[in-house]
T-cell receptor, first 112, second 116 residues
Framework: GNSVTQMEGPVTLSEEAFLTINCTYT??????LFWYVQYPGEGLQLLLK?????DKGSNKGFEATYRKETTSFHLEKGSVQVSDSAVYFC???????????FGTGTRLQVTL | GAVVSQHPSWVICKSGTSVKIECRSL??????MFWYRQFPKQSLMLMAT?????????EQGVEKDKFLINHASLTLSTLTVTSAHPEDSSFYIC????????????FGEGSRLTVL
């Protein structure tokens, strides 16, 4: 079956630090990969996605590259801000694009 | 962007009572809505897929008589936890798939249920 493993949090960084949140997956077929973000008190929002190997998704300074050889989709940002504090979920879908398998979520706390 | 609203955002109930959680798409029509459950420090677990005007499709291991799902209109789906017990305490999240738009999902803010 499908599964997503992401690094446990919380991750605490100082503002302007470099961020990496690791995500690896197992899936049947060729999945689409997603990163969702949940800000405090809000629902999950799509941050970025990649639908095939070597694709790079990017948004708001965040990037993730679909690496088929390592079955990974690590999230990176060069310089985090306090406003990036949130919970980040890695997810995949196979077949029906709306049916998602999620990782456990990683809480990011950015301090001044 | 599109908004999905859940209500209530948190609820406390006594064991044996039933609780209804609403999921509304505020500015779009949703042909499909999904209900998830999240335990502390665990991933979101898909419970069921709700299609407007038809019966919900439940994931393996989810009791359909325990978790009643109704998708009566293109903007509203409800999840009723019947005869709730403490082990049903959890965070319930819905998501909605807009009509005519492929691959995009919008999530509610979640509803925290505590059963005493």
């Amino acid at each position: 079956g499908n599964s997503v493993t992401q690094m446990e949090g919380p991750v605490t960084l100082s503002e302007e630090a470099f961020l990496t949140i690791n995500c690896t997956y197992t899936a049947t077929g060729y999945p689409s990969l997603f990163w969702y973000v949940q800000y405090p008190g809000e629902g999950l929002q799509l941050l970025l996605k990649a639908t095939k190997a070597d694709d790079k998704g990017s948004n708001k300074g965040f990037e993730a590259t679909y690496r088929k050889e390592t079955t990974s989709f690590h999230l990176e940002k060069g310089s985090v801000q306090v406003s990036d504090s949130a919970v980040y979920f890695c997810a995949l879908s196979t077949g029906t694009a709306s049916k998602l398998t999620f990782g456990t979520g990683t809480r990011l706390q950015v301090t001044l | 962007g599109a908004v999905v609203s859940q209500h209530p955002s948190w609820v406390i109930c006594k064991s044996g009572t039933s609780v209804k959680i609403e999921c509304r798409s505020l500015d779009f029509q949703a042909t499909t809505m999904f209900w998830y459950r999240q335990f502390p420090k665990q991933s979101l677990m898909l419970m069921a897929t709700s299609n407007e005007g038809s019966k919900a499709t439940y994931e393996q291991g989810v009791e359909k008589d325990k978790f009643l799902i109704n998708h009566a209109s293109l903007t509203l789906s409800t999840l009723t936890v019947t005869s709730a017990h403490p082990e049903d305490s959890s965070f319930y999240i819905c998501s909605a798939h807009p009509r005519g738009i492929t691959g995009e999902l919008f999530f509610g803010e979640g509803s925290r249920l505590t059963v005493l």
